[in-house]
């Protein structure tokens, strides 16, 4: 069954709205930081000491999206296997043993 089109395009309008709120709040903030911290710590630091927080803040997030993710081994079709397969092996290696003698 397809998505509804229309869902698709109701969910891209709003996704398209709270990004740009979202980035409208983030320059007024930090244009409030920038108020708050040019008056105690002069235009200079200020400047400074926002761009490496964040250029620390980027390089984290683009370090989560690069980074690979961990790839788990698929887990036994069923505990009987894994147990039947275990003995199996014992059972080999018991052989192999007594051969030898």
């Known amino acids: 069954m397809l998505p509804d089109p229309r869902h ?21 903030l930090l244009r409030a930081v920038w108020i ?3 008056l105690s710590w002069g235009p200079m630091w200020t ?27 698929p887990p036994p079709a069923s505990p009987l296997t894994a147990v039947i397969a275990a003995f199996a092996q014992g059972y080999g290696s018991a052989q192999a043993l007594k051969s030898r003698r």
Do not use: H, N
């Open 36 to 38: 708050a911290l040019v």
């Open 47 to 73: 400047a400074a000491a926002m761009g490496g927080a964040l250029l620390i803040i980027g390089g984290a997030t683009l370090a989560l999206l690069i980074r690979r993710p961990r790839r788990l081994p």
């Open 8 to 28: 698709i395009a109701k969910t891209a309008v709003v996704g398209a709205l709270g990004l740009a709120l979202t980035g409208a709040g983030l320059v007024l």
